[in-house]
């Protein structure tokens, strides 16, 4: 199955997922931002997400796909003074995706083509089978 991937997540944040309640979580990464820019939200949308740094993402990297609830993209304006005679006015752009636990998933193929491309990755569901 191919998707798309959100890479450098915090290890605690996919334990949260995978407890199986909807969490929404805010990406601030080009890479992520970028992503999240070209995927649909739906009830058959997958989105694969992984620890691991879009540098060193390969094929055999473990992760989770999880299905994409929700998702916005949003720019903050900031505006920062220093002693009342300057000030700094900054923008930063924000995603934030509502997901639910789908499966956990291993790396075939990663698909990425630059920085403002999305980021895309084959995967294989793991199966995993319990003796009743």
Sequence with gaps: MRCAALTGIA???IRDIKAGRPRTIELQSTNNIVTMA???PGPSTHIFMTSIELADLGPGDAGICAFVLSSSITMKRMVEFSHGKFYEERERMSARVQVKY???SIIKEVFHEGLMAPTE????KSACYHAG
């Design 121 to 124: 990755v084959e995967v294989l």
């Design 102 to 104: 789908c499966a956990s």
């Design 38 to 40: 070209t995927v649909e």
């Design 11 to 13: 290890p605690e944040v």
